[in-house]
């Protein structure tokens, strides 16, 4: 049996842009973690994946990454690789 629920949509008016910047822990591996390693400093990537607790009694969020994509460069990037 699986558990459901609801989320009502909300509309909310932008009123302005807005930077938003976050430092956040990344835990990528094998393949993926040489490419993370690789990329320079600065430079822009795209990653997708999922956040997670650093550890059972944290509340620290972790980004597993599960895709990598380069985005210097080239307008639309180039996906590089990709583990599952």
């Known amino acids: 049996m699986k558990d459901a629920c609801n989320i009502a949509p909300r509309r909310l008016k932008v009123v302005s842009k ?5 430092d956040i ?3 990528a ?5 040489r ?3 690789a990329a320079p400093l600065g ?3 795209k990653v997708t994946g999922f956040l ?5 009694n944290s509340k620290t ?5 599960n ?3 380069f985005l210097e460069g080239i307008k639309n990037g180039s996906l590089l690789q990709e583990e599952g």
């Not at 591996?29 to 973690?33: C, M, R, V």
């Not at 969020?61 to 990454?65: C, G, I, N, S």
Request: no cysteine; hydrophobic share 55%.
């Open 43 to 45: 430079g822009e990537v």
């Open 29 to 33: 591996l094998g393949e993926t973690a």
């Open 35 to 37: 490419w993370l390693e």
């Open 18 to 22: 807005r930077l938003v910047e976050l």
């Open 25 to 27: 822990a990344v835990l």
């Open 61 to 65: 969020p972790v980004l597993h990454v």
């Open 67 to 69: 895709t990598l994509e």
């Open 52 to 56: 997670a607790a650093k550890g059972r």
